[in-house]
C-alpha cells in the first residue's frame, strides 16, 4: 500500500506536471494573442517539466551554455525551485 509520504510526493509530482502543461499551452496562446507573453510562459513551463523529463533538462542546458549569464540564472532558479518543490 501507499504511505502518505508517497501520496504526496505522488500528488506534488501531478500538480507540477498540471501547472507545466497549463504554462506551455499559455505560452501557444500567448505568441498568437498580443496580450500574453508568449515566450515567458512557454519558458516557465518547460522549466516545470524539466524536473521530471530529463531530455527537457538536457536540452535547455544545452542551449543555454553558450550564454554564461543565462546558464547562471538558470542554475540559481533550478535551487531556488527546488527549495520550494523539493527534491524530485
Known amino acids: ?17 498540471t501547472v ?14 498580443p496580450f500574453l ?3 515567458l510562459f512557454l519558458a516557465i513551463g518547460l522549466f516545470l517539466l524539466s524536473f521530471y523529463f530529463p531530455k527537457t533538462r538536457l536540452w535547455i542546458e544545452k542551449h543555454t551554455e553558450k550564454y554564461p ?5 538558470i542554475k540559481k532558479v533550478e535551487k531556488w525551485m527546488t527549495k520550494i518543490i ?3
Do not use: P, S
Not at 549569464?69 to 540564472?73: Q, T
Open 1 to 17: 500500500m501507499y504511505t502518505t509520504e508517497d501520496m504526496k510526493k505522488k500528488a506534488k509530482k501531478v500538480l507540477v506536471l
Open 20 to 33: 507545466g502543461i497549463i504554462f506551455i499551452i499559455l505560452g501557444f496562446f500567448g505568441l498568437v494573442l
Open 37 to 39: 507573453q508568449g515566450f
Open 69 to 73: 549569464r543565462l546558464f547562471l540564472m
Open 86 to 88: 523539493g527534491e524530485v
